[in-house]
């Protein structure tokens, strides 16, 4: 089932100002069939961890979570949260244009993101991460470059992981990165967005490891903007899915990501509850009809 596959995002879930959305959307993920939440300690302005974990507590029930090392909490997290309220409700953001830029796919990280990677540092993060979430399932190394990983941060990271019970690995922000994949055991869990060629009828060898893959929405716009038959043959199996189109066809995309890279979690990222909603709607419309893959070889695609 494509619900099983999904991994709850969030990066932009917030506390602080935004605290009532975060509280709201992660329970709605939750109660909708979601068992799999990623987080990190600078996710959320640095207060996403708080918002999960306090879900995660009243929810109750069996939750996959996964977290990082080596990205930095804000200390100013909460005051900031008010002052980007207060900003956009003076200057609302202006809507996204057509920029051929917006659909280029990020080239993996080669210089450090600043990102603290120390033991003692890992170790508080790690701390940290615990008192907020209770639980971790997975403890990924963030935005980690292929030239900063070495012996000494491996040993830590298996130290670290082994303490919290915790399947190890890395998550990057960018695309499939094969120099930092190299680094790491076949056991190790991959985050990363997906190289479109993955996607193809006869895909090059996958890595031969668990992966988590994000941007897809960013994945599906670069496809679209790029094939216009594929563009109308998403549209057109999302016509068949009820709800929302642009929902039904971001969930079509998931449901043919699934069925290309049938050992992958796919994680689904927002801020508005309407759309976590439509979402999943049409995650479970996908699922009544059967197995993901069978009805991923149905759409023309």
Same mark, same amino acid.
């Given at each position: ?152 941060? #491996? *040993?830590? &990271?298996? /130290?670290? !992981? =082994?303490? %919290?019970?915790?399947?190890?690995? +890395? $998550? ?65 199996? #999302? *016509?068949? &899915?009820? /709800?929302? !189109? =642009?929902? %039904?066809?971001?969930?079509?995309? +998931? $449901? ?46």
């Amino acid at each position: 089932m494509l619900i099983e596959r999904l991994v709850l995002g969030t990066a932009r879930v917030t506390g602080g100002a935004s605290a009532r959305e975060g509280h709201d959307l992660v329970p709605a993920a939750l109660d909708g069939g979601v068992r799999h939440v990623d987080t990190a300690p600078s996710y959320g302005m640095g207060t996403a961890e708080t918002v999960v974990g306090e879900a995660l507590r009243r929810f109750g029930g069996e939750v996959s979570v996964t977290t990082k090392l080596g990205s930095r909490r804000d200390p100013l997290a909460y005051p900031k949260t008010w002052l980007r309220r207060i900003k956009r409700l003076v200057a609302p953001p202006a809507p996204a244009g057509d920029d051929p830029r917006d659909y280029r796919l990020p080239e993996p990280l080669t210089v450090p993101t600043g990102n603290d990677f120390s033991a003692g540092a890992m170790r508080e993060s790690l701390r940290r991460s615990l008192d907020a979430l209770g639980r971790i399932d997975r403890l990924l190394l963030h935005d980690v470059t292929a030239a900063q990983y070495d012996t000494g941060l #491996a *040993a830590a &990271l298996a /130290g670290l !992981g =082994a303490e %919290a019970g915790a399947q190890v690995g +890395y $998550a990057t922000r960018t695309l499939f990165d094969p120099a930092l994949d190299a680094h790491f055991a076949p056991l190790a869990v991959g985050q990363c967005m997906p190289l479109p060629a993955w996607l193809s009828a006869s895909p090059p060898p996958l890595p031969d490891r668990p992966l988590a893959l994000h941007s897809l929405v960013h994945l599906m716009d670069h496809l679209r903007h790029g094939d216009t038959a594929f563009s109308g043959a998403l549209d057109a199996a #999302a *016509a068949r &899915l009820p /709800g929302d !189109g =642009a929902a %039904a066809r971001l969930a079509c995309f +998931y $449901a043919w990501t699934a069925a290309r890279l049938p050992d992958a979690r796919l994680i689904y990222a927002t801020t508005r509850r309407d759309r976590l909603d439509g979402f999943l709607r049409a995650v479970h419309a996908i699922d009544r009809e059967g197995p993901v893959r069978e009805w991923a070889s149905r759409l023309a695609l």
